[in-house]
């Protein structure tokens, strides 16, 4: 988060059981100016997922997550930011994989390595822990009947915006940083 003050956002908790999977998204919390970067972080503006996994994960029909690293250097608000937008075309898994690699991924690289941008299924052990940027391009594995519940809980912390311009974009009704910043505009 870089050495700004730290905040926490929210928490939720993900237990998945017969899950169908979640398709590539990212999410808008991010400055206006988005775009490819080499700035460490990828952005001023960041929001960073901690995401526990008591139970872990298997990288196939586990319902375990699918990151893309680099991708955050790239600031996308909704990975319809490409020469071919991508659009949820089918159910997660596989063909959606491929759907993603053909239409915001192709012909993507690293902005600082070069190389080029790939999918990466995690593979987890249980007690595990996986930190991304809130906007970085991410996915869930399907999970099918039958393989019980996996656990799953996201602490999500951020830097603060110095404006109080941005929108709330999580899944909170208020943040802890919109009451500090009302109080602070007298409201």
């Known amino acids: 988060l870089g050495s700004h003050e730290v905040r926490f956002d929210h928490n939720t908790l993900l237990s998945r059981r017969n899950f ?28 960073c997922r901690s995401l526990l996994y008591p139970d872990g994960f298997r990288a196939h029909n586990d319902g375990g997550l699918k990151v893309v690293p680099g991708a955050h250097l790239y600031r996308s608000r909704d990975l319809k930011d490409s020469e071919v937008p991508y659009e949820y075309s089918c159910m997660p898994g596989e063909a959606d994989d491929s759907d993603f690699s053909a239409t915001w991924l192709k012909g993507k690289l690293h902005p600082i390595t070069g190389k080029p941008l790939k999918i990466e299924r995690l593979e987890l052990p249980p007690g595990s822990m996986v930190v991304v940027l809130h906007h970085s391009p991410h996915a869930v594995e399907p999970r099918p009947t039958g393989t019980g519940t996996r656990h799953c809980t996201l602490f999500s912390y951020r830097a603060p915006d110095p404006g109080g311009s941005l929108p709330v974009t999580t899944n909170a009704d208020l943040q802890p940083w919109e009451l500090e910043r009302d109080a602070a505009l007298g409201k």
Do not use: F
């Not at 998204?25 to 952005?43: F, I, K, L, Q």
């Open 20 to 47: 169908i999977g979640q398709h590539w998204h990212s999410h808008n919390y991010v400055e206006d100016n988005c775009g490819p970067t080499t700035e460490p972080g990828g952005a001023k503006l960041r929001l």
